[in-house]
């Protein structure tokens, strides 16, 4: 074993050819760029899949259950039991989904209103991490509106105008804004609308009534208690909560809802616990976790992940293809060297051995090389916002890097396995030339 090393080494330092140096320093070069640019993919798009599924389920939920029908779901408290008695559920809340316009001023937008129970909600999103100016609880707590609404509006605020009686007649006392009832509305929507907290908006109800004049919808005024920003553009532009009461009598629901969000004890776990869920309530409810409701998103990143990896895999193929080429001409230049060691006692597997070290080496430096360069791009992205994105479209507004472990050892391995097999051949050819071939050899 040392025999071979020795004389292995020996060749890596005594590289009298220009040629076979040249190709040994594209080889490394290849090596290099092929790891560290196949490591950072992975890096990226796991950290792109991870940043994505956080913020998707901490603005939903880990399960949602409907009606089979997608109909509403009247006496839901008993479901909502049921629900909570299933293994693996950590936290129930009912809600509303609907569609709406929202007027402020000249300005018109069209928006999901998500009706819920504000106490009941945060347990099972991260909404209420979520706000940045108001308070989430505000929506259903005269209290804690009246807090925010003094702190941002001031004390006593009049909307303007007046209340109407049941008779149809204006009645002499103000109208403030505390009497109104209250919502949180996304970031990006409150900025396209010029929205703040103590903003009074219309809300146009689908559900209206007709007269010899047509359609009309109907028409109410909420007050903007809070404002988020979940992350996720689609909802932060065109999101809107409101209490379940203030739903139920706007839509005209009465005491039915939508479906219900559960947060399992787990997120990994939480297609076993929605298979839970869907036998305790039976074939009238359906009960979907977070990964089948973003089933199509998620499969499109994990396909585009392999694709890139196979892509970028050729890089190091290619590469290895120059460390082939520099065994093959060490080997052709050594061949009185062969035939020398051979007449001497040396084996094929020696002989293999020797030139199998001389390609593992230029894989071994291109591959370390890879992932410390890697490794230190990964970090510097990660720290510093160097490279931007457009939030609309990506959702985030910067490259997502999480450095995996398991990727520097899978693409390390990976890199060398092809380095191996690349020198293997030329190697295993120079280990089968006779002992007198070598020896005679004059070129």
């Not at 204006?170 to 919502?183: C, G, M, R, V």
């Amino acid at each position: 074993m040392k025999f071979e090393k020795f004389i292995s080494r020996k060749y890596r330092k005594n590289r009298h050819s220009a040629l076979v140096s040249f190709i040994s320093l594209t080889s490394i070069i290849g090596i290099t760029l092929g790891v560290a640019t196949l490591i950072m993919t992975i890096n990226v798009m796991s950290g792109f899949s991870n940043i994505l599924r956080d913020k998707i389920v901490g603005a939903n939920s880990h399960i949602i259950v409907n009606k089979a029908s997608m109909t509403l779901i009247p006496d839901w408290y008993y479901v909502q039991e049921d629900i909570e008695a299933v293994e693996g559920v950590k936290a129930v809340s009912p809600f509303i989904m609907s569609q709406s316009l929202v007027q402020y001023g000249n300005l018109f937008q069209g928006i999901s209103v998500r009706a819920v129970i504000p106490e009941e909600e945060v347990l099972v999103s991260n909404v209420g991490d979520s706000i940045i100016l108001g308070d989430f609880l505000a929506m259903d707590n005269y209290d804690k509106a009246k807090e925010v609404i003094d702190g941002f509006v001031g004390e006593n605020a009049i909307l303007g105008g007046s209340n109407i009686n049941p008779e149809g007649l204006p009645e002499s006392k103000p109208i403030t804004l505390l009497s109104l009832p209250t919502i949180a509305i996304g970031s990006v929507a409150a900025t396209n609308l010029g929205l703040g907290i103590g903003d009074v908006i219309e809300l146009l109800s689908p559900n209206g009534a007709s007269t010899p004049f047509g359609f009309v919808p109907k028409v109410q005024k909420f007050v903007v208690v809070a404002i988020f920003s979940s992350g996720v553009y689609e909802y932060d532009a065109a999101l809107l909560y409101m209490s379940l009461n203030s739903a139920q009598q706007f839509y005209g629901f009465n005491d039915q809802i939508s479906g219900f969000s559960v947060k399992t004890n787990s997120f990994k776990h939480a297609a076993q616990t929605a298979d839970a869920i869907n036998d305790k309530l039976g074939i009238i409810f359906s009960a979907k976790d977070w990964l089948s409701l973003n089933s199509s998103l998620f499969a499109a990143l994990k396909l585009e992940e392999a694709a890139m990896f196979l892509i970028l895999i050729i890089i190091i193929v290619v590469s290895s293809f120059n460390i082939a080429s520099v065994v093959a001409v060490t080997t052709r230049d050594k061949k009185r060297d062969i035939g020398i060691m051979k007449s001497m006692g040396a084996t094929d597997r020696s002989i293999t051995n020797i030139f199998l070290r001389l390609g593992f080496f230029l894989g071994l430096t291109g591959t370390i090389l890879g992932n410390i360069i890697a490794l230190v791009l990964s970090y510097i992205l990660g720290k510093y916002k160097i490279i931007e994105l457009s939030e609309s479209v990506y959702n985030v507004d910067t490259i997502p890097i999480q450095i995996i472990p398991s990727a520097f050892v899978i693409v390390s391995i990976s890199s060398l396995i092809i380095t191996l097999l690349a020198a293997y051949f030329p190697a295993k050819h120079a280990s089968k030339m006779e002992p007198l071939e070598g020896i005679r050899d004059d070129s």
